[in-house]
């Protein structure tokens, strides 16, 4: 068993952030990696079907090949988060939910009955969290089925159970999932952290700076990998 115990002693850090550097205890901080899944990063993958680029998303798989192995060095909590509906969409909210008509894989979908049961549903190629970031032994992984990962999920008692406070956030998309889940850990009084350049907007445009300023001004804190990444070296 690799839970913390209440007696288990703080490991202080200071790492450079904005609006100022941020202190964190590193016996209480998680990082919560965001739908790092075939279908959002890969060719063939939903985003790709949907018409929308992926391959600007390679930037993010390479700097989480730096982030996460520091973060496991250190210590801090590995989560990966991935969109993931049950096999019969029981947890998709149906026709009544705002989420059945807005969520791109249910919209594609229904557009193109050929993609039905393929995308981002449980036991599909879709829904797997990429190759290059396999999650290791002690890492958790959380499925969701809304844009949030606090939505009728299981992360608020992961979290819990291990005892974190800080939150450390990257992945895609950042204006929809990322921001998401970052704001209600925000609501639950998780301390928020966001990794900029280890998260992309679902396409390029405006929505990426005015994430960052509504992390950085209303949020939470705002850090980049590099900056991270040797604070953790130095921890």
């Known amino acids: 068993m690799d839970l913390p115990q209440p007696s288990q002693a703080p490991r202080p850090l200071q790492i450079p952030a904005r609006p100022e550097p941020l202190d964190l205890d590193l016996a209480r901080t998680a990082l919560i990696v965001v739908d790092m899944q075939n279908a959002f ?10 018409g929308w680029d992926p391959s600007p998303h390679a930037s993010v798989i390479e700097r989480h090949q730096k ?8 210590g801090v909590k590995i989560v990966f988060i991935k969109m993931s509906y049950n096999r019969d969409y029981s947890d998709s909210g149906g026709p009544e939910s705002p989420n059945w008509h807005k969520e791109l894989a249910l919209v594609l979908m229904r557009r193109h009955p050929e993609y039905w049961g393929k995308l981002i549903t449980e036991g599909t190629w879709d829904e797997e969290i990429i190759e290059e970031l396999k999650p290791e032994a002690g890492d958790t992984i959380v499925r969701k089925h809304r844009y949030s990962a606090f939505a009728g999920t299981k992360l608020d008692h992961v979290l819990k159970t291990y005892q974190i406070k800080y939150c450390l956030y990257s992945g895609l998309a950042a204006n929809v999932c990322v921001e998401s889940t970052l704001r209600d850990g925000f609501s639950l009084d998780y301390w928020p952290i966001l990794v900029s350049d280890a998260t992309n907007p679902l396409i390029p445009g405006p929505t990426y700076e005015a994430t960052l300023w509504n992390v950085e001004n209303l949020f939470g804190w705002v850090t980049t990998t590099d900056e ?8």
């Open 41 to 50: 990063t890969k060719k063939g993958g939903m985003v790709d079907l949907f």
């Open 67 to 74: 982030l996460i192995p520091a973060c496991r060095q250190a």
């Open 228 to 235: 991270l990444v040797e604070a953790l070296a130095n921890s």
